[in-house]
């Protein structure tokens, strides 16, 4: 299933928020401008965009606001990945290069600010209060995430309800905003506006997972970076945990903590990829996929709840 | 002439804007309480919160929204101070350690995010659109500013004029934010907001310039850095500037420029600081003085007013 026939009715209405973004890379400044273009060009799915739009299209559809909160919190979410890759020291993103392997990290964690202005500067076009207070609140709620997971690092004393309070902040957050602030702008029913938030964020869990489990098994060209990134950096995720919890004695994760050697990091890659633990984590991706389209149950029954619940499943199964 | 004496009638009310920081740094998580602890309790002069406090009382003084405004834009100026000591890779900030000197620079850069985030929910509390989306565009002119400054970091084909673009944006947009913000808030007329924003933005620019000739005349006790920290960073900036037009053919700067030695960096900085081009920038700052006090002439002639006269003044004679 390609994901330009995911998002439904909402798919043609995309363009608008990419117009956001072409516009916003005009600038007279031309080293701003070409730092612009690489992170705002880069080819990504759109996939919170798609979930705004959609969860608008539970109340009244009003696509120039919509498409205001849409592209912030696309840009949110660019802010976060320019900070996230200075912090990781990565060379490459999607398989194109980074920001701050062109220019140097001061200037890249700038790019970050100016991309998080633009977001706020979005969300305030939509003159909706609770919208912006969403917002903000779920910045903070991000860069709270991210600390813990930067302080938490190489620590095996962490445990699976620490993960998942993780993750929960650093993406399932941002997912739950997308879809609680499109049904807010659009004025849905609180119960609606509930459900949506829930869907996002149960939503945003899986697709963390997912990723977790992506990080083990696909293959560079697929990921657009080594397998096995997070645990080169330290970053405990599922499948570790799972294996720890399963071998709790001496295990390749604990083993690699302690020496972090290349060959004990290969040793816990194919430690993980050779047990059932990406099964168990993949399970618990469903889980959270099945709550998420139980979320969905008190809205009418409609072709975009169908195209939520096709979602849903589809980011479960992906590749890269 | 002590600050705690400059804030005329607002004084008082600062104590406001720090219960706010206190209350920010109430948070279950140990490590970014101790984090928060080090950036919120820095004994700062809170002179962007007093001007906005002084800004609102030319119109319907609500404190309730002052505060929030205030707090959002010491926020604001406190995450930008984390993340440029990260750039800079700062030990010490008013003579205590950084952020960054402490734990490591990719959790001091989330610290940083974690703090525009506090920034934008406390502007958002104002529940005025205006004020939120003054506040979004600062933070895009500043970030576009810093960008600026890094990108021509160590370029001696800089002029003046990009040397005063680089401090309206990175300083003197957020003192004029300060201002309007205030008035904005207050209900005050139009011409009146405007007269705010034309008196921070001035005010900003003598503040930096002043800050600038510091950096070559202060002593490391008072600045809490080492005198010539710009230069050293490649930061051109005022008397550099002055002292290259007034030398065009050769100069201890540009020599400094060319092979960054620290007996090249001695050299520009002695001779900065043998010339008249210090003075020159001091003329400099009290002209931008002088057309801030100039532009509160539309006001009633009150104690605030004077106040604000006096700040102004207050601020180009500073030592620290």
Not at 14 to 27: A, H, P
Not at 34 to 44: N, T
Not at 90 to 113: E, I
């Amino acid at each position: 299933m390609k994901t330009t026939a995911l998002y439904g009715s909402v798919q043609d209405d995309l363009g608008k928020v990419e117009q956001i973004f072409d516009s916003i890379k005009q600038v007279d400044y031309g080293p701003l401008g070409a730092m612009l273009d690489i992170v705002l060009s880069g080819g990504g799915k759109l996939l919170r965009p798609a979930l705004v739009l959609l969860s608008g299209r539970i109340g009244n559809y009003n696509l120039d606001l919509l498409v205001r909160l849409a592209a912030s919190v696309e840009l949110l979410h660019t802010a976060t990945l320019v900070h996230d890759d200075v912090m990781d020291e990565a060379d490459t993103r999607r398989g194109r290069p980074t920001v701050n392997s062109v220019y140097n990290n001061s200037t890249t964690v700038m790019l970050g600010d100016y991309l998080f202005a633009h977001a706020a500067d979005e969300v305030a076009k939509t003159d909706n209060i609770r919208a912006i207070r969403l917002f903000s609140q779920t910045l903070k709620v991000m860069a709270q995430g991210e600390i813990r997971q930067d302080i938490a690092a190489y620590d095996s004393r962490q445990t699976i309800r620490d993960y998942l309070q993780r993750i929960g902040g650093k993406t399932a957050s941002l997912f739950a905003t997308a879809c609680e602030g499109g049904a807010v702008v659009s004025d849905a029913p609180e119960t609606w506006i509930e459900g949506m938030r829930e869907y996002g964020y149960n939503f945003g869990m899986a697709f963390q997972i997912v990723d977790d489990i992506l990080d083990f098994t696909g293959d560079e060209a697929d990921l657009g970076k080594p397998a096995g990134s997070d645990l080169l950096q330290g970053t405990l995720t599922l499948p570790s945990f799972l294996l720890m919890e399963n071998q709790p004695a001496a295990n390749p994760i604990q083993a690699y903590l302690g020496d972090r050697s290349s060959q004990r990091l290969d040793e816990a890659i194919q430690a993980v990829r050779s047990s059932e633990v990406l099964d168990d984590s993949h399970q618990m991706a469903r889980d959270f996929c099945d709550r998420a389209i139980e979320s969905l149950t008190p809205l009418d029954d409609t072709a975009d709840r169908q195209t939520m619940i096709d979602l849903a499943n589809y980011i479960l199964e992906r590749k890269s």
